[in-house]
């Protein structure tokens, strides 16, 4: 069993939609939470990150983590042909980032 | 401020070869790090440089390398290239401790033949 697990989609909305990506996690050591993402040919940038459990909002961006359920996720409000890409989420513990497989999310006009 | 700077860009190699990889870290930043990315395996943790001395590694078989200078550049190393070594090697850096999260360069995309 992978330590982080991440739906591997593809995933494609409309212009305007809600998007919610997830993931599950078994290692309770993990202490940062994070979400990067990979546009074509480029490296993963990162969007948020986060310690505890609960939310954090930036901009169209709201991260929540679930600690208790090992569940974390990224919504993307009003979202837009240019968030197509894949997003990666990353926790991190001994300072060795585990990355899930990530999610491709295309936004179509 | 530069960002994380990997060269080359692309790479291709015949199989048996080796490979050496370029990383220039953020101004400031002590920690690199090395992934490979590929389809099947997403991102895996190669190795975590810290101050010239290797502090984390995964699970990859010893072709594998890597080293620090004093500067905090790091290259990677990979003898005896096979097939399967094809895919996009990236390299982020970080403050320590990585609170604020790790930051990657555009990585280099080694294809072997």
């Known amino acids: 069993q992978k330590e982080v697990e991440q739906d591997p989609g593809p995933l494609s909305v409309p212009e305007g939609a809600i998007v919610s990506l997830n993931c599950t996690y078994s290692?309770?050591?993990?202490?940062?939470f994070m979400w990067y993402r990979q546009y074509s040919r480029k490296g993963p940038e990162l969007l948020m990150y986060t310690y505890s459990s609960g939310n954090k909002e930036d901009g169209r961006f709201t991260a929540q983590v679930d600690k208790s359920s090992k569940y974390i996720s990224l919504f993307i409000r009003d979202s837009q042909p240019s968030d197509s890409a894949t997003y990666l989420c990353?926790?991190?513990?001994?300072?060795?980032?585990?990355f899930g497989t990530g999610t491709r999310l295309q936004v179509f006009p | 401020k530069a960002g994380v700077t990997q060269t080359p860009r692309y790479l291709i190699k015949t199989r048996g070869q080796q490979v050496t990889l370029s990383c220039s870290p953020i101004?400031?930043?002590?920690?690199v790090s090395w992934y490979q990315q590929t389809p099947g395996q997403g991102l895996q943790f190669l190795f975590e440089y810290f101050s010239e001395t290797q502090r984390n590694k995964g699970n990859f078989p010893g072709r594998f390398s890597g080293r620090q200078f004093s500067n905090s550049r790091s290259e990677m190393n990979v003898s005896t290239l096979e097939l399967g070594d094809s895919a996009l090697y990236l390299c982020a850096s970080s403050q320590d401790p990585p609170n604020y999260g790790y930051t990657f360069g555009s990585g280099t995309r080694l294809t072997v033949v």
């Open positions: 290692n309770s050591a993990f202490q940062y």
């Open positions: 101004s400031g930043h002590r920690s």
């Open positions: 990353a926790m991190t513990y001994t300072d060795k980032l585990i």
